[in-house]
């Protein structure tokens, strides 16, 4: 009746899903609909930035030889023959002894090679009428002049794929011509829940019923770490409606997600659905808490998942084994939660034989990264989920752990993402 | 010609707007569409949790006085009166000498009061035939009960208005029946670039010209802080052009932003235009780099902004000062950028009389914060925004700053923030 399972460590647990290959599509779309999308090639210089050589302040365009001689006692006047605004062009060429009023962004007309800014001439009228601007110190050749190409050249790569396209990087693309954009497809997450413990969220409460949290839960953080969402419903603890549901979503979806019927109990299909589908389990059990109850397979390119009916561990689950895979297949090569170092802000007095994954909130505290639990840590309790930004994680051992140790942390909400396997693992004093 | 401006510092600015109250409005909406979203009510308990008592295990619910002389040599015999999955109800009252098989999350029936651990059972016939289960040692009343109420109790506010919707908040919404959610309405933020040298981005390069990359970024700014960005396009420097958009744009939209247009150059018309719509100009110089010529003006309860047409100017002045408004129209207590402390990466030999705000990337090292610029710090330089995920500030002076230095950052991707004022700018050695 109770199926036996070994667990398997975290990091071997990560590595063996990490070692599955993804779907990866590309679309094209708007630039108006690119801010949270993934690039699916790298974003590259169309062009030399400045485009051309141009003013970096509001002043005069003049020849530096005109003012060689410019002084404070002996200041040099330059005729006036014209102006341009940004956007626009002086089409004649400057002659000696001539200025040009020069707006910020304008390009340098032809003839000039310096700009004077603007608080440091002084408008005078020449005896026979002609606007003049007064000089009263030299200039040398390509002063105050942004040259074309000093920011960045045309053909540098600015943005690698793989990365979520933020406000920054929309105007990089709007300002070398990406009207359209290649990003890559959302892939698509079918979710299953599974339990006749469970109601829907409208439902109202009923003696030994518990409402569908872990499917919402489950949507969000698919379209956080990038995919789409597909449910397919709350399926009652029933083996041939859960393999007719599972058969179906897998023909519709690149990575599918089952909640409940994970724990080692009566009334739990999983193990025989991957089986009658022929999936190749990874794994079945991992050495951590919560989440212990985890299964995950692969049916050809396609990721399956047994995730807990618990919504802690199901949160975890999904953090650890299911966003790298949507985002390898968003182009990524940093797909992991990313990892940092900070103090432990509290004590964790029993030790575990398992590796804890604790729901936790960074502070930052005099310019050090500070853990605390973010509720109560039981992994029926779904309250702390909602203040998390991160896991503290606690190799298991035989010892507990102190406020002020220096432990890892895996945070949930950063945009970077790190690579794995993790290069090491830390929990000790500084 | 040139308008003579007096800046102010840019705690003062950041003051100025936040003295502004501004329209805050709520819409109802599926659960499936909140995350992301910001809560417009508390979110409440609605039951106890767990809403009743139940088992955190796979097991026998069991009466604790049948087990008190229990022990290894004399182990106690119960029979085995039926069983309860997750799910649903035992309806009979369990009488002495009896136990019930009960999976994990079910409720303890009736006549019941400890759960025994699958593991700590053996399953026996007796000479009668009946089902039996073998127990080694005594339990106590309450052993391996979850209590209705332990996690949470009923009433009890568990996120706070204002927050954003992340997906522990999903879950918290689906436990307590929330299958309809109180969010604030995005409020409509109005997008004008103005400047002739402005191309639309699917425009060739042309002499003098750049494309409009502002407007695409603000948008993008817009949707990560919460709003709605309309884009009213792309205008002339033409006194009459802007001043019929602008006041379109203002019968439609909360609050309204318009890029370009604010150097102090000749082809400037925001100040003529506020002035010509009765607007109150809180200010228009600040004393920070980039973005020193920033304006911000209110009509009745709608903000505008005027811009620097400088793409790192521009971003600088969204995230201080449209960002917290459009945060304080989604209920947010917590409106502006989270700040923290970090050590400076780099040196900054030249001092600035200005307060700089550095476009740079925070690294974690070590547990701490260290800040470096995520490219050269050039105010026309766009390539920089794409890898920034914070702001330096460097306080003006008469010095310089040093690598190794304690600085305060502003975090941009931050999903929590702050309030202000700012408590203290600190830049100084620890």
Redesign the interface.
């Known amino acids: 009746m109770?199926e036996r399972r070994k667990p398997i460590s975290v990091e071997d647990a990560v590595a063996k899903v990490s070692a599955n290959s993804v779907i990866k599509q590309k679309e094209t779309i708007a630039?108006?609909e690119?801010?949270?999308r993934f690039l699916a090639e790298d974003?590259i210089?169309s062009?030399d930035?400045?485009?051309?050589d141009r003013s970096?302040y509001?002043g005069f365009a003049i020849r530096a030889e005109d003012t060689s001689r410019a002084s404070a006692n002996h200041p040099v006047c330059l005729d006036v023959v014209g102006?341009?605004?940004?956007?626009?062009?002086f089409e004649e060429e400057v002659q000696a002894l001539q200025a040009v009023?020069i707006?910020?962004?304008?390009?340098i007309p032809k003839g000039c090679n310096a700009v004077v800014m603007?608080e440091l001439t002084k408008e005078v009228t020449s005896e026979n009428g002609q606007q003049q601007i007064q000089i009263k110190r030299s200039f040398n050749q390509g002063d105050n002049i942004?040259r074309q190409g000093e920011?960045?050249q045309k053909g540098t790569i600015?943005?690698e794929k793989g990365t979520q396209?933020?406000?920054?990087?929309?105007?990089?693309?709007?300002?070398?011509?990406?009207?359209q954009v290649e990003v890559a497809i959302k892939p698509k997450v079918g979710v299953i829940a599974t339990?006749?413990?469970?109601l829907?969220?409208?439902?109202?409460?009923a003696?030994?019923?518990?409402?569908?949290?872990?499917?919402?839960?489950?949507?969000?953080?698919i379209?956080?770490a990038g995919g789409e969402a597909i449910y397919y419903g709350k399926l009652n603890?029933d083996f041939d409606e859960c393999l007719v549901a599972t058969k179906k979503a897998l023909t519709e979806v690149d990575m599918l997600i089952t909640t409940g019927g994970v724990?080692?109990?009566?009334?739990d299909y999983v193990p025989a659905i991957l089986n009658e589908l022929g999936a190749n389990v990874l794994f079945n059990k991992v050495a951590m808490r919560p989440g212990s109850v985890t299964t995950v397979a692969n049916l050809g390119e396609k990721m399956i998942y047994g995730l807990s009916?618990n919504?802690s561990a199901c949160?975890v689950g999904f953090e650890l084994f299911v966003r790298p895979m949507v985002r390898k297949s968003l182009y990524s090569h940093l797909p992991h939660l990313r990892k940092?170092?900070?103090?432990l802000g509290v004590d964790f007095p029993k030790p575990n034989p398992f590796m804890r994954l604790v729901?936790s909130k960074v502070d930052?505290i005099?310019?050090?990264?500070v853990a605390s639990p973010s509720g109560?840590d039981?992994s029926?309790?779904?309250?702390?989920?909602?203040?998390?930004?991160c896991f503290m994680v606690l190799p298991g051992g035989t010892r507990g752990y102190e406020k002020g140790m220096?432990i890892d942390v895996l945070l949930l909400?950063?945009?970077?993402g790190s690579e794995w396997p993790w290069s090491n693992i830390v929990a000790s004093y500084?």
């Open positions: 109770v630039i108006e690119a801010y949270g974003l210089a062009h930035v400045p485009a051309f970096p509001d102006a341009i605004g940004a956007g626009f062009v009023r707006m910020t962004g304008a390009p603007l942004s920011d960045t600015l943005v396209i933020n406000p920054g990087i929309v105007a990089l693309l709007a300002t070398f011509g990406y009207a339990g006749s413990e469970l829907n969220v409208e439902e109202p409460l003696p030994g019923k518990i409402r569908n949290s872990n499917a919402h839960m489950i949507m969000a953080q379209a956080r603890d724990s080692v109990g009566d009334f009916g919504p949160y940092a170092q900070a103090t729901r930052f005099d310019g050090q990264l109560v039981k029926g309790i779904v309250s702390s989920l909602g203040g998390a930004d220096t909400e950063d945009t970077q500084k």
